[in-house]
């Protein structure tokens, strides 16, 4: 059974202090690692698509990572407005397969 | 464009009343779905629809239906609410086909169910 794991839950950082979520996937063949920025009260956003081991993505702060077992959202310096769930999710090989979500991360960046 | 839109965002049932939650977008997008969101779970995949006309399930279909009579519109009924149908539930869609897994989501419609 496919399957992603988001680790940790939850996050408290200080303002301009580094770090990085991991979400860990197990799927049969991986098509592409997606990552989405969900705000209280509101509907996820996209942020990146992976589909290689070795590819990484850049917007802002957020980098993102992938290896042939996991993905990480690397957060560099961040501030108090990058505070939100970040969502992972996957997708098998076959072709129109749903997307498999992790449960998040719930980042807090504190001023 | 509005995006997806969806209605109503919250709404109160009684177990065993039947409602329609309605999503609609304005990016002619192919490929649509309903996910619901509960606390301590990643979001699940209800139905979803590659084209007007075309539906399948879901991982957690049941005590819901789905139909797709056009491109825009994707609504959701539940049939008789159960307490374990509360929950927050998203639209979704993409252009195309869900392998770019590039989902624009509505804001979400919040059902309580007494």
């Known amino acids: 059974e496919d399957q992603v794991t988001q680790s940790p839950e939850a996050l408290r950082l200080q303002e301009g202090e580094s770090s990085s979520l991991n979400c860990s996937y197990t799927?049969?063949?991986?098509?592409?690692l997606f990552w989405y920025r969900q705000d209280p009260g509101k509907g996820p956003e996209f942020l990146f698509t992976?589909?290689?081991a070795g590819e990484e993505k850049e917007k802002e702060r957020l980098k993102a990572t992938l290896t042939k077992k996991e993905s990480f959202l690397h957060i560099t310096a961040p501030k108090p407005e990058d505070s939100a769930t970040y969502l992972c999710?996957?997708?098998?090989?076959?072709?129109?397969?749903?997307?498999?979500f992790g449960k998040g991360t719930r980042l807090s960046v504190i001023a | 464009n509005a995006g997806v839109t969806q209605t109503p965002k919250f709404q109160v049932l009684k177990t065993g009343q039947s409602m329609t939650l309605q999503c609609a977008q304005d990016?002619?997008?192919?490929?649509m779905s309903w996910y619901r969101q509960d606390p301590g779970m990643g979001l699940r995949l209800i139905h979803y629809?590659?084209?007007?006309?075309?539906?399948d399930q879901g991982e957690v279909p049941n005590g819901y239906n789905v139909s797709r009579s056009t491109t825009e519109d994707f609504p959701l009924r539940l049939l008789s609410a159960a307490p374990s149908q509360t929950s927050v539930y998203f639209c979704a869609s993409t252009p195309g086909t869900i392998d770019t897994g590039e989902l624009f989501f509505g804001e979400g419609s919040r059902l309580t169910v007494l």
């Open positions: 629809s590659v084209g007007a006309g075309i539906t």
């Open positions: 992976l589909y290689s």
């Open positions: 799927v049969s063949g991986l098509r592409g």
């Open positions: 999710a996957a997708q098998g090989v076959a072709g129109n397969t749903p997307l498999v």
């Open positions: 990016m002619n997008h192919e490929y």
